[in-house]
């Protein structure tokens, strides 16, 4: 069983970037489809990027363009860049299998994008 632990956050300008990272103590290999998630306080919690085992990539509208998921399953490792950050994406970034898992639920990284 995987255990993420999420890392990369933090105070970033409007237009600025940021790469996350998501390191799983087990393999991730077997994990077919991992996501990256966010949340602020209030709103439910928003699957924002999908990649497959194999490498496929889906991403919501709001971040098409400007965001880049990778994983490297040597490492056990999930990765976030985020580039052209907007004050919208300010949230806590997690990361979890897709469908998530109750149990897999890091501390997530707080990204605030403000001047």
């Known amino acids: 069983q995987a255990q993420l632990v999420e890392s990369g956050g933090g105070l970033v300008q409007p237009g600025g970037s940021l790469t996350l990272s998501c390191a799983a103590s087990?393999?991730?290999?077997?994990?077919?489809?991992m996501g990256w998630y966010r949340q602020t306080p209030g709103k439910q919690r928003e699957l924002v990027t999908t990649?497959?085992?194999?490498?496929?990539?889906s991403y919501t509208d709001s971040v098409k363009g400007r965001f880049t998921v990778s994983r490297d399953n040597a490492k056990n490792t999930v990765y976030l860049q985020m580039n052209n950050l907007k004050p919208e994406d300010t949230a806590v970034y997690y990361c979890?299998?897709?469908?998530?898992?109750?149990?897999?639920w890091g501390q997530g990284t707080q990204v605030t994008v403000s001047s």
């Open positions: 979890n299998e897709v469908p998530s898992r109750g149990d897999y």
């Open positions: 087990g393999s991730i290999v077997r994990l077919y489809v």
């Open positions: 990649i497959t085992r194999g490498g496929t990539t």
